[in-house]
C-alpha cells in the first residue's frame, strides 16, 4: 500500500520503520510546515500529529477520498464532526485512543471488571496514567477510553483530574521522563485493593497496531474502531 504518514514525529518514525518492513511505501510525510500534497496518491493515511492538527488531518484525507486512521489523542470533542464528515463523503475512518494489542485486551478486561464491580458499592474508582515529559494533553486518550467504558457499566458520571466529587473517577495524570505510556485502573476499599495496569515498554506496539489497522481498513468504508479490527 501507499501510505500517507500526518506526523512524521516520534511515532510516525516509528510506523514508517514498521510500514516499510511490511512491504509498503510512504508517499507523504507531513509535520507542521509541510503541505497535503501527495496525500492523494496513497491508498491509506495515518495520522499521529498534535491535537490542534487531528481535525484537518483527518478532514483532508476524507475530503480526498483517502481512508484515513487516526492515533492523535486530545481532540475528541470534534470526533462527532469526523464521523458526520465521513458518513457525508462515503469514506472510511478509525479512531484509537491506543492501537497497541495489549491496551485493546487490557480494554476488554477493564470492562469486565467494571460490570462486575458495578453493584459492590464499598470499592471507590480511581486510575493513573504515566507518560513522558513531551506528551502534550491530560488525560492521556487511553486513561479517557478507560474512564468511558467504567462509566457506561457503573454509577460514575465523569472523570475529573482533580477536586472529584463522589460521582467522578479521579485520574493522576503523571509526567516522567521516558515513559511511553502505563495505565492503571484501581479499585480500594476498606479492606483491600485491587489493580489492573498495562505499561508499554516502548512505542512498537502503538505502531505495528496503527499499520495493522490502516491494512484492515484499506478496500472498506465505514467507521471502525480497534474493536473491529482485533476482532474482539
Ligand atoms: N493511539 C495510539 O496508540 C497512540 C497515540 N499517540 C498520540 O499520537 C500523537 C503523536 O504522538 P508523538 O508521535 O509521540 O508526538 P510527536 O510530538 O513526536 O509528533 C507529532 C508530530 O506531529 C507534527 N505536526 C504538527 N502539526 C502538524 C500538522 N498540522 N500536520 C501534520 N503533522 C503535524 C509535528 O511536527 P512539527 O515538529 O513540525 O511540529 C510532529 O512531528 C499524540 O497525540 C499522542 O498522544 C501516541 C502514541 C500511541
Ligand atoms: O502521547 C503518547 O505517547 C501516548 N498517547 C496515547 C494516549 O494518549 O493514550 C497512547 C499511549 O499511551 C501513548
Known amino acids: 500500500m501507499k501510505i500517507a504518514l500526518l506526523g512524521?514525529?516520534?511515532?510516525?518514525?516509528?510506523?514508517?520503520?514498521?510500514?516499510?518492513?511490511?512491504?509498503?511505501?510512504?508517499?507523504?510525510?507531513?509535520n507542521a510546515e509541510d503541505t497535503f500534497d501527495g496525500l492523494e496518491n496513497a491508498d491509506v493515511a495515518i495520522d499521529f500529529s498534535i491535537p490542534d492538527a487531528a481535525v484537518e488531518n483527518i478532514s483532508a484525507c476524507l475530503n480526498n477520498n483517502v481512508p484515513v486512521?487516526?492515533?492523535?489523542?486530545?481532540?475528541?470533542?470534534?470526533?462527532?464532526?469526523?464521523?458526520?464528515?465521513c458518513e457525508q463523503k462515503q469514506g472510511a475512518f478509525i479512531y484509537g485512543s491506543n492501537f497497541s494489542l495489549g491496551v485493546n485486551i487490557f480494554f476488554e478486561l477493564n470492562t469486565h471488571l467494571a460490570k462486575m464491580m458495578s453493584?459492590?458499592?464499598?470499592?471507590?474508582?480511581?486510575?493513573?496514567?504515566?507518560?513522558?515529559?513531551?506528551?502534550?494533553?491530560?488525560?492521556?486518550?487511553?486513561?479517557?477510553?478507560?474512564?468511558?467504558?467504567?462509566i457506561a457499566n457503573s454509577d460514575y458520571s465523569s472523570w475529573a483530574l482533580e477536586n472529584a466529587k463522589e460521582d467522578e473517577i479521579h485520574i493522576d495524570a503523571i509526567r516522567e521522563e521516558g515513559i511511553p505510556g502505563t495505565h492503571s485502573v484501581f479499585y480500594d476499599s476498606e479492606v483491600d485493593?485491587?489493580?489492573?495496569?498495562?505499561?508499554?515498554?516502548?512505542?512498537?506496539?502503538?505502531?505495528?497496531?496503527?499499520?495493522?489497522?490502516?491494512?484492515?481498513?484499506?478496500?472498506?468504508?465505514g467507521i471502525y474502531t480497534m474493536k473491529d479490527v482485533l476482532g474482539l
Do not use: C
Not at 69 to 85: D, Q
Open 119 to 150: 453493584n459492590l458499592k464499598q470499592y471507590k474508582v480511581s486510575m493513573n496514567e504515566i507518560h513522558h515529559l513531551q506528551k502534550l494533553d491530560a488525560p492521556s486518550g487511553t486513561a479517557i477510553s478507560l474512564a468511558n467504558d467504567i
Open 69 to 85: 486512521v487516526s492515533g492523535t489523542t486530545g481532540w475528541l470533542e470534534h470526533y462527532h464532526n469526523m464521523v458526520e464528515l
Open 193 to 221: 485493593s485491587i489493580e489492573i495496569k498495562h505499561t508499554a515498554h516502548s512505542r512498537e506496539g502503538f505502531a505495528f497496531g496503527a499499520v495493522v489497522a490502516a491494512e484492515w481498513l484499506y478496500g472498506k468504508k
Open 8 to 30: 512524521y514525529g516520534r511515532m510516525g518514525k516509528v510506523i514508517e520503520r514498521i510500514a516499510l518492513e511490511r512491504g509498503h511505501e510512504i508517499v507523504l510525510r507531513k
